[in-house]
């Protein structure tokens, strides 16, 4: 038996110690979080409860179940934790827990589900009982110990005193006494208003590692004996693999196996990924394309045109009689509008490592929903979920794109089970990665409005033909066939998606009609399409009426002072209704996603020549409660870049059956060049917890929508920019 | 055998001729900090310095580089992340995933080294590595920070 062969049958211990010998040796000197990095720490120091472990040298492990992807959920997460538990934050660091550790403890550390601006609104009511928790347990120790009650001892950074009797400990101390202590059935939770650490805008925990390269990424993990893999998915949707001649490649440097992977797949295993690679470039492979060989944008666009008349729709918002409403109005706006298929593009691909022996299977991956991954993995491997992990690696962005389906988790623990004990790393090519998205859905929209002989709004019917997210990854949770994720921000009411309008006689209804590429959730989701859909022709029936288009919102919204309260922040700090320049051009844009209010203005300007530039963009974001300002900042600007790359150039087009576009070469993303000033407001008005990675992403593209009209009397209502001539009439 | 100079050591390198710079510097030397992210030259997360010019490692076959020829990864940069734009990135919390970061920190830094005072325009030209997460604002306000030899800020 060869070193891999026997990876699986050394001890855990003895792994995370050879991995950090490999890696140190190299000057990595990265942890492998092997068996749950839970396992690292309480080896040493009991938790005091499942959130919180404290060391001897008063370092303060907080444990979180949600993924750091970018958006800080680490640091945000921890903060409200420590502020029920009065630690020092200097002290704090935090650790995953396994999903495989989660489930055998009857899942004390509740979803593990990163995606839906979640993480922090979601979870942090009982994480904070769990500082809470822990707090009490630490004082009542302390109190033990000194043969007084609790009720006399006071608290501070992580230092318990007795002012009676001035005496003093610190959790460090007493934090094995404390694990021993029942854990109190009810907690008090602080006020926000005496928060210290929780809503600060505190430096981010994981920011020192990635400056240096310490920080290890799936792509970057190893492990002894480790090989690694490339892979080919028939580039048809919906196709196999009819049959590959690896003859052809074994021969060539470093390969070790050629492999089936499913029905669909074809990977090659060798000693270097690179090698992987090249001879999996030179490998013959035919295809058995299938039934959607002849499918291309013109053949999907044919289908939901024809959705944007049918008799049949499912209703996702209906008050009084749009179409006879319309049909009575003095005039009477019409449009249409459209949305393509866009790849996520994390800036790390998928990749995932595996060991699969016959009795146990263990997988790295970066991954939105451990949980998730678990189940995927258990089922590829053939093993029940217990006999089965999923170690949590930083993801190099997720987007949506990591959470609900773990395509790249089953192929690595196919191909690791061809090869039993033997970890087997899959990176994905970015090529691979292109054409084998989870796509945002394509839908078209016509909207048609009617407007009184004094330009008031008397009626909408907006019909949105196209995917459905839910019918391609989840369609057990479609309710009789309607598909409610296709109305985001459209919505009645609720707290998660309303529209900010009073509308006298509305229709909104979906036309769902599924083309072959596989949708996905991808950041904002349908809140993008929507909301240019929607602000768009708030702005089109404002000029159509001969109103400002600020002021012709204003009358509709007064049912609606949040969605109301953000549009005129961006408003009055953009400098509504000021005069500029010729060739340039202010548009405005609101809508509610995720449990959030978000509105943005942008200001851009069009040369004689077409080209845009978007100067200034002003967002403001009503989240609730905000943990943590400055991420919220962070997250609102990045937001802006992954909404205008989508706005201004994302599209992934089809021809015989699959994706044309192959690497940023064919979808050109945002670079530094064009990125605007963006001006964030953040402001809570306390009350609710709404989502911050995704809502303002929807507003960029209305906004600069918009702009662009005003700037050069053009109306862009098709998905990217890119396509659009720009030039003024 | 060919020989590389990475981070001031020089190592023999086993491999063959075509393989990309970046992937010996990942796979063979076992430095990670540099990463893929499309091998094409188009992203510039593979991004190091060779005599002291930022490079895009994914393009560039390790066949055409020299034993001569100074290669410094992420992890070379600095002893202890004390580069003064490591430090301005600090400071300003600049990544949000991190994984364009290294390629961000060495294009910077080698932009800085061949013109210490940047224009707005010029770091705006210059850098043209993407950054899904959108750190774009505070990588711009990183590179003036660390022009201006300041770090302070934090916290
Ligand atoms: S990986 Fe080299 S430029 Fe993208
Ligand atoms: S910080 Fe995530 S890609 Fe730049």
Same mark, same amino acid.
């Given at each position: 038996?060869?070193?891999?062969?026997?990876?699986?049958?050394?001890?855990?211990?003895?792994?995370?110690?050879?991995?950090?010998?490999?890696?140190?040796?190299?000057?990595?000197?990265?942890?492998?979080?092997?068996?749950?990095?839970?396992?690292?720490?309480?080896?040493?120091?009991?938790?005091?409860?499942?959130?919180?472990?404290?060391?001897?040298?008063?370092?303060?492990?907080?444990?979180?179940?949600?993924?750091?992807?970018?958006?800080?959920?680490?640091?945000?997460?921890?903060?409200?934790?420590?502020?029920?538990? #009065?630690?020092?934050?200097?002290?704090?660091?935090? @650790?995953?827990?396994?999903?495989?550790?989660?489930?055998?403890?009857?899942?004390?550390?509740?979803?593990?589900?990163?995606?839906?601006?979640?993480?922090?609104?979601?979870?942090?009511?009982?994480?904070?009982?769990?500082?809470? /928790?822990?707090?009490?347990?630490?004082?009542?120790?302390?109190?033990?110990?000194?043969?007084?009650?609790?009720?006399?001892?006071?608290?501070?950074?992580?230092?318990?005193?007795?002012?009676?009797?001035?005496?003093?400990?610190? %959790?460090?101390?007493?934090?094995?006494?404390?694990?021993?202590?029942?854990?109190?059935?009810?907690?008090?939770?602080?006020?926000?208003?005496?928060?210290?650490?929780?809503?600060?805008?505190?430096?981010?925990?994981?920011?020192?590692?990635?400056?240096?390269?310490?920080?290890?990424?799936?792509?970057?993990?190893?492990?002894?004996?480790?090989?690694?893999?490339? *892979?080919?998915?028939?580039?048809?949707?919906?196709?196999?693999?009819?049959? %590959?001649?690896?003859?052809?490649?074994?021969?060539?440097?470093?390969?070790?196996?050629?492999?089936?992977?499913?029905?669909?797949?074809?990977?090659?295993?060798?000693?270097?990924?690179?090698?992987?690679?090249?001879?999996?470039?030179?490998?013959?492979?035919?295809?058995? @394309?299938?039934?959607?060989?002849?499918?291309?944008?013109?053949?999907?666009?044919?289908?939901?045109?024809?959705?944007?008349?049918?008799?049949?729709?499912?209703?996702?918002?209906?008050?009084?009689?749009?179409?006879? /409403?319309?049909?009575?109005?003095?005039?009477?706006? #019409?449009?249409?509008?459209?949305?393509?298929?866009?790849?996520?593009?994390?800036?790390?691909?998928?990749?995932?490592?595996?060991? =699969?022996?016959?009795?146990?299977?263990?997988?790295?991956?970066?991954?939105?929903?451990?949980?998730?991954?678990?189940?995927?993995?258990?089922?590829?491997?053939?093993?029940?979920?217990?006999?089965?992990?999923?170690?949590? $690696?930083?993801?190099?962005?997720?987007?949506?794109? &990591?959470?609900?389906?773990?395509?790249?988790?089953?192929?690595?623990?196919?191909?690791?089970?061809?090869?039993?004990?033997?970890?087997?790393?899959?990176?994905?090519?970015?090529?691979?990665?292109?054409?084998?998205?989870?796509?945002?859905? *394509?839908?078209?929209?016509?909207?048609?409005?009617?407007?009184?002989?004094?330009?008031?709004?008397?009626?909408?019917?907006? &019909?949105?033909?196209?995917?459905?997210?839910?019918?391609?990854?989840?369609?057990?949770?479609?309710?009789?066939?309607?598909?409610?994720?296709?109305?985001?921000?459209?919505?009645?009411?609720?707290?998660?998606?309303?529209?900010?309008?009073?509308?006298?006689?509305?229709?909104?209804?979906?036309?769902?009609?599924?083309?072959?590429?596989?949708?996905?959730? =991808?950041?904002?989701?349908?809140?993008?399409?929507?909301? $240019?859909?929607?602000?768009?022709?708030?702005?089109?029936? /404002?000029?159509?009426?001969?109103?400002?288009?600020?002021?012709?919102?204003?009358?509709?919204?007064?049912?609606?002072?949040?969605?109301?309260?953000?549009?005129?922040?961006?408003?009055?700090?953009?400098?509504?209704?000021?005069?500029?320049?010729?060739?340039?051009?202010?548009?405005?844009?609101?809508?509610?996603?995720?449990?959030?209010?978000?509105?943005?203005?942008?200001?851009?300007?069009?040369?004689?020549?077409?080209?845009?530039? *978007?100067?200034? $963009?002003?967002?403001?974001?009503?989240?609730?409660?905000?943990?943590?300002?400055?991420?919220?900042?962070?997250?609102?600007?990045?937001?802006?870049?992954?909404?205008?790359?989508?706005?201004? %150039?994302?599209?992934?087009?089809?021809?015989?059956?699959?994706?044309?576009?192959?690497?940023?070469?064919? %979808?050109?993303?945002?670079?530094?060049? @064009?990125?605007?000033?963006?001006?964030?407001?953040?402001?809570?008005?306390?009350?609710?917890?709404?989502?911050?990675?995704?809502?303002?992403?929807?507003?960029?593209?209305?906004?600069?929508?918009?702009?662009?009209?005003?700037?050069?009397?053009?109306?862009?209502?098709?998905?990217?920019?890119?396509?659009?001539?720009?030039?003024? /009439? | !055998?060919?020989?590389?100079?990475?981070?001031?050591?020089?190592? +023999?390198?086993?491999?063959?001729? +075509?393989?990309?710079?970046?992937?010996?510097?990942?796979?063979?030397?076992?430095?990670?900090?540099?990463?893929?992210?499309?091998?094409?030259?188009?992203?510039?997360?593979?991004?190091?310095?060779?005599?002291?010019?930022?490079?895009?490692?994914?393009?560039?076959?390790?066949?055409?580089?020299?034993?001569?020829?100074?290669?410094?990864?992420?992890?070379?940069?600095?002893? +202890?992340?004390?580069?003064?734009?490591?430090?301005?990135?600090?400071?300003? +919390?600049?990544?949000?995933?991190?994984?364009?970061?290294?390629? !961000?920190? !060495?294009?910077?830094?080698?932009?800085?080294?061949?013109?210490?005072?940047?224009?707005?325009?010029?770091?705006?030209?210059?850098?043209?590595?993407?950054?899904?997460?959108?750190?774009?604002?505070?990588?711009?306000?990183?590179?003036?920070?660390?022009?201006?030899?300041?770090?302070?800020?934090?916290?």
């Amino acid at each position: 038996m060869t070193e891999q062969q026997s990876a699986s049958a050394l001890s855990r211990r003895d792994f995370i110690a050879r991995s950090a010998a490999v890696a140190g040796g190299l000057g990595l000197g990265f942890h492998v979080p092997f068996d749950a990095a839970a396992q690292s720490a309480a080896a040493s120091t009991p938790e005091v409860n499942a959130w919180v472990v404290i060391r001897p040298d008063e370092t303060v492990v907080i444990r979180i179940a949600r993924s750091e992807m970018g958006q800080g959920t680490l640091t945000g997460l921890a903060q409200p934790v420590a502020e029920e538990l #009065e630690c020092d934050w200097s002290k704090v660091t935090t @650790e995953y827990p396994t999903p495989g550790q989660s489930l055998a403890r009857n899942r004390v550390w509740g979803n593990f589900s990163t995606g839906g601006s979640r993480g922090v609104r979601e979870s942090q009511e009982y994480m904070r009982q769990g500082g809470a /928790a822990a707090r009490t347990m630490l004082v009542q120790a302390a109190a033990n110990a000194w043969g007084v009650p609790a009720s006399e001892c006071r608290v501070e950074k992580g230092v318990i005193s007795h002012p009676a009797s001035g005496r003093s400990t610190s %959790y460090g101390k007493v934090a094995e006494a404390a694990s021993k202590i029942e854990p109190p059935k009810e907690v008090q939770l602080k006020d926000p208003k005496d928060w210290t650490i929780a809503g600060k805008s505190v430096p981010r925990l994981d920011t020192a590692e990635k400056l240096t390269g310490k920080q290890v990424y799936g792509m970057d993990l190893r492990l002894p004996g480790m090989l690694n893999a490339a *892979i080919k998915d028939c580039p048809v949707f919906g196709g196999k693999v009819a049959s %590959y001649d690896a003859k052809a490649v074994e021969g060539m440097p470093g390969v070790k196996a050629v492999v089936r992977v499913g029905e669909s797949a074809v990977a090659v295993v060798a000693d270097t990924w690179w090698r992987a690679k090249t001879a999996l470039d030179a490998l013959p492979v035919t295809w058995d @394309e299938g039934p959607n060989a002849k499918v291309s944008s013109e053949t999907i666009m044919a289908m939901l045109k024809e959705g944007l008349e049918a008799k049949e729709a499912f209703v996702g918002n209906r008050n009084g009689d749009a179409a006879a /409403a319309i049909a009575g109005a003095a005039k009477r706006v #019409e449009a249409v509008y459209g949305y393509p298929f866009q790849n996520h593009a994390t800036m790390e691909v998928m990749n995932a490592t595996a060991v =699969w022996t016959s009795d146990r299977c263990e997988v790295w991956t970066p991954t939105q929903n451990g949980e998730a991954a678990l189940a995927a993995a258990s089922e590829a491997a053939g093993l029940p979920a217990l006999r089965c992990d999923v170690h949590k $690696i930083h993801l190099g962005g997720g987007f949506g794109r &990591r959470g609900a389906v773990h395509d790249w988790v089953r192929q690595v623990v196919a191909i690791a089970k061809e090869m039993p004990g033997t970890p087997i790393k899959l990176i994905w090519s970015r090529e691979e990665d292109m054409v084998h998205g989870k796509y945002h859905p *394509i839908t078209q929209c016509k909207l048609v409005g009617g407007l009184d002989d004094r330009g008031n709004l008397v009626g909408v019917h907006m &019909r949105i033909s196209g995917q459905s997210i839910l019918a391609g990854l989840l369609p057990q949770n479609l309710q009789n066939g309607r598909d409610p994720v296709t109305f985001q921000g459209l919505n009645p009411g609720g707290a998660e998606a309303a529209i900010g309008y009073t509308i006298p006689n509305v229709l909104i209804d979906h036309a769902m009609r599924n083309p072959h590429v596989p949708p996905g959730f =991808w950041r904002g989701v349908n809140t993008n399409p929507n909301a $240019i859909y929607l602000e768009s022709f708030m702005d089109e029936l /404002a000029h159509a009426a001969g109103q400002d288009p600020l002021e012709f919102r204003r009358k509709l919204m007064a049912n609606h002072p949040k969605h109301l309260g953000v549009l005129n922040a961006v408003a009055e700090r953009a400098g509504w209704g000021k005069p500029m320049p010729a060739g340039h051009g202010r548009g405005i844009a609101q809508i509610m996603g995720f449990g959030s209010y978000t509105a943005a203005v942008a200001e851009v300007s069009v040369d004689d020549a077409g080209r845009l530039k *978007i100067h200034r $963009i002003v967002a403001a974001t009503d989240p609730g409660h905000a943990v943590n300002p400055q991420q919220i900042e962070a997250q609102v600007e990045g937001s802006f870049v992954y909404g205008l790359s989508a706005a201004l %150039y994302g599209e992934c087009t089809v021809a015989d059956g699959r994706i044309v576009e192959q690497n940023f070469d064919s %979808y050109p993303v945002m670079r530094l060049d @064009e990125m605007p000033k963006v001006e964030t407001i953040v402001m809570p008005s306390g009350g609710f917890w709404g989502g911050v990675g995704e809502p303002t992403i929807a507003v960029a593209a209305p906004a600069v929508l918009n702009a662009i009209f005003a700037a050069t009397g053009k109306r862009v209502r098709q998905i990217p920019v890119k396509n659009a001539d720009l030039r003024r /009439a | !055998m060919p020989r590389l100079n990475v981070n001031g050591t020089v190592r +023999d390198i086993e491999v063959e001729p +075509d393989t990309p710079l970046l992937w010996v510097i990942r796979e063979q030397i076992g430095l990670t900090g540099t990463k893929y992210g499309c091998g094409i030259a188009q992203c510039g997360a593979c991004t190091v310095h060779i005599d002291g010019a930022a490079v895009r490692s994914c393009a560039l076959p390790v066949s055409a580089v020299a034993e001569e020829q100074k290669i410094v990864t992420i992890e070379g940069l600095s002893p +202890d992340g004390s580069h003064p734009v490591q430090k301005a990135w600090l400071a300003l +919390d600049v990544p949000q995933c991190g994984f364009c970061q290294p390629g !961000m920190i !060495m294009a910077a830094s080698a932009l800085l080294a061949q013109n210490p005072k940047p224009t707005e325009e010029q770091i705006r030209s210059e850098i043209t590595n993407i950054c899904r997460c959108g750190t774009y604002n505070r990588v711009l306000a990183g590179v003036k920070l660390a022009a201006e030899g300041g770090e302070a800020g934090r916290g």
